[in-house]
């Protein structure tokens, strides 16, 4: 049985079903049909050689068998092709196939594939049905949820791209049994941030999941009905809950500062961009960078008396949990401090953190009220324990 998280959306589609399933790939056709009852002919499943290698033949026979014509596009597997040139590949390709409006892009993939794959439905031919099948945990609680498409380029990470909602997304739980471990745990380190900034509930779906693993890996689990089930309720509740603040500010408003902003998305972001720039995006999964900027972002909130030891505790303990992380051994704090000055979320020139006054409880705190020595005993902080 399929669980379905709907998101309401203002644009492209009046909102959208996500289905979490297990084995659901293999009904990819049929779904395509039901969430796209307009759509003719051509479907690009757009995807990686690792990931079309081991999930692509199952949706492409599906979308067959359903009456879709699929063609399929290769790009590079890593951050670095999620670029210009990859995108202008991309396009070539769907003209060189002769995609009409009724024509429709299947990304089948993590996050990368999804906002390559996702901007270039949105700017094809001014826009053509998109379907997200995200088959990595961060793109299925994240990436995949709320409309944001877009590539890398020399100005920055994800500065060109668009707001462009899929017609569906299916989620097939099956596809995260061939995850590698560290994708797993970055995955993780982005549903505590979701559960952070959530409530305490949320939270504690997180913690419990992750308990429930008893120190063995997902696959292991993920074989097993009863544990499948709760990791489909946990999903759908992560989903759900980016969902509804994706619904209350699809576009991420300059102008909206309350608990309900996207912005607030960007909890443990802050500190987490800054360690994958300043490592040259290398060393770090973004989801791991994130868990670090968790850590980070709590210890600031408590030394900025915001927050108290018992939350960071509870933090630092759910962050542990989601895995292991790369250490920061080697990282001069120095470095990363000075990359606040050119952060994207840069608003009227003053960089906005998302700090905590509560579990649940996020604030949007400005960057020109902190000291310099507040950061740097943040720092030390999270490299000590
Ligand atoms: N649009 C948004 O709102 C949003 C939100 C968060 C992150 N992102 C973007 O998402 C990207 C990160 O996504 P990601 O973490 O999914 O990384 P990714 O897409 O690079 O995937 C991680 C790795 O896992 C492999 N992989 C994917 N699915 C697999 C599977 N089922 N089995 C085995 N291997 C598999 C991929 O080939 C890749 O090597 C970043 O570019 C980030 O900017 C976008
Ligand atoms: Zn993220």
Avoid at 234 to 240: D, G, P, R, V
């Amino acid at each position: 049985m399929a669980t379905k998280v709907n998101v309401k959306t203002t644009r492209n589609a009046a909102s959208y079903d996500i289905s979490i399933g297990r084995g659901s790939l293999k009904n990819a056709g049929e779904w395509a049909k039901s969430v796209m009852p307009g759509s003719s002919g051509r479907a690009a499943i757009i995807s990686n050689r690792k990931v079309f290698g081991l999930y692509g033949n199952a949706v492409k026979k599906s979308l067959e068998n359903a009456g879709f014509e699929p063609h399929v596009q290769l790009i590079g597997d890593g951050e670095r092709f999620k670029n210009l040139r990859t995108l202008e590949d991309t396009l070539r390709f769907l003209s060189g196939s002769k995609f009409t409006r009724t024509d429709s892009i299947v990304a089948l993939g993590g996050g990368v594939v999804g906002d390559l794959a996702g901007f270039a439905a949105s700017v094809y031919l001014r826009g053509i049905d998109l379907l997200q099948v995200p088959t990595t945990l961060l793109s299925m609680i994240d990436s995949s949820v709320g409309g944001k498409t877009g590539v890398n380029s020399s100005f920055g990470k994800n500065l060109i791209g668009a707001f462009y909602q899929p017609r569906g997304v299916l989620i097939d739980t099956n596809t995260l049994l061939t995850l590698p471990e560290r994708e797993v745990t970055a995955g993780f380190c982005e549903a505590v941030k979701q559960g952070a900034i959530s409530d305490r509930s949320l939270l504690d779906k997180t913690a419990k999941i992750l308990g429930q693993l008893e120190g063995r890996r997902l696959h292991e689990r993920l074989g097993e009905d009863s544990f499948s089930e709760n990791f489909a309720r946990f999903l759908a509740a992560q989903i759900s809950f980016k969902a509804r603040i994706v619904a209350g500010d699809e576009r991420e408003s300059v102008a909206k500062t309350d608990a309900r902003s996207r912005k607030i998305l960007n909890f443990g972001h802050t500190f987490g961009h800054a360690l994958e720039k300043v490592t040259n995006y290398r060393y770090f999964r973004h989801g791991e960078a994130v868990g670090h900027g968790i850590r980070f972002a709590a210890a600031l909130s408590k030394n900025l008396e915001l927050i108290g030891q018992n939350e960071v505790e509870l933090l630092n303990d759910v962050v542990r949990r989601a895995g292991s992380l790369p250490s920061l051994g080697s990282i001069d704090p120095s470095e990363i401090f000075a990359t606040f000055k050119y952060d994207k979320k840069m608003i009227n020139d003053s960089l906005q953190w998302i700090l905590l006054e509560g579990i649940g409880k996020p604030v949007i705190f400005s960057h020109a009220k902190i000291r310099q020595a507040v950061l740097a005993a943040s720092f030390k902080e999270i490299t000590r324990s």
